[in-house]
Antibody
Framework: QVQLQESGPGLVKPSGTLSLTCAVS?????????WNWVRQPPGKGLEWIGE???????NYNSSLKSRVTISIDKSKNQFSLRLTSMIAADTAVYYC????????????WGQGTLVTVSS | DIQMTQAPSSLSASVGDRVTITCRAS??????LNWYQQKPGRAPKVLIY???SLQSGVPSRFTGSASGTDFTLTISSLQPEDFATYYC?????????FGPGTILDIK
């Protein structure tokens, strides 16, 4: 059973950059899975941010594409999210999520980490 | 982007009730439709994938069905632990998109 754990700062200043890392345990990040980030503003719905495969191939939500980068570190079995030019609307719980190939669902989720954008 | 809508946005029901939540996609997604349950302070959990396949470990009172771009989640007999928010999500193409959610609470 793959487990995921997010880590990173809980507070980011406006115009700053968010960096989060997701540690994967119980399985290899080099498997045939896609590694995703999903976020949820307080009291609101879910938004897919993007995904990466172990090859480094990545897909991003066009709404964030100019600000987001997802990277992977196979040696550490982890992947990361970088989101630049943070604004208050980026305040959310950020989840790292595993998804199988093709049309698979998001089947394993981290516990989530709340990131607040505030000065 | 594919837009997902859900109805109702909220629903009050009693233990033992049969409830149905609907989801509609703005274009064909074939059966690449998944249902999630989320409880306060917790990550979502997949219940149904591929429109009608039950995720391992999920009780059989949860069923999913599809008709074109319309999808339904049915809970046959509500249990106390089923009161939560439910989201549909399309996994047909990126950007993957979620419905706005249906809050199921106790009547």
């Amino acid at each position: 059973q793959v487990q995921l754990q997010e880590s990173g700062p809980g507070l980011v200043k406006p115009s700053g950059t968010l960096s989060l890392t997701c540690a994967v345990s119980g399985g290899s990040i080099s498997s045939t899975n896609w590694w995703n980030w999903v976020r949820q503003p307080p009291g609101k719905g879910l938004e897919w941010i993007g995904e990466i495969f172990h090859s480094g191939s990545a897909n991003y939500n066009s709404s964030l594409k100019s600000r987001v980068t997802i990277s992977i570190d196979k040696s550490k079995n982890q992947f990361s999210l970088r989101l630049t030019s943070m604004i208050a609307a980026d305040t959310a719980v950020y989840y790292c999520v595993k998804k199988g190939g093709g049309g698979s669902p998001f089947d394993s989720w981290g516990q989530g980490t709340l990131v607040t954008v505030s000065s | 982007d594919i837009q997902m809508t859900q109805a109702p946005s909220s629903l009050s029901a009693s233990v033992g009730d049969r409830v149905t939540i609907t989801c509609r996609a703005s274009q064909t997604i074939y059966n690449y439709l998944n249902w999630y349950q989320q409880k306060p302070g917790r990550a979502p959990k997949v219940l149904i994938y591929g429109a009608s396949s039950l995720q391992s470990g999920v009780p059989s009172r949860f069923t999913g069905s599809a008709s074109g771009t319309d999808f339904t989640l049915t809970i046959s007999s509500l249990q106390p632990e089923d009161f939560a928010t439910y989201y549909c999500q399309q996994s047909y193409t990126t950007p993957f998109t979620f419905g706005p959610g249906t809050i199921l609470d106790i009547k």
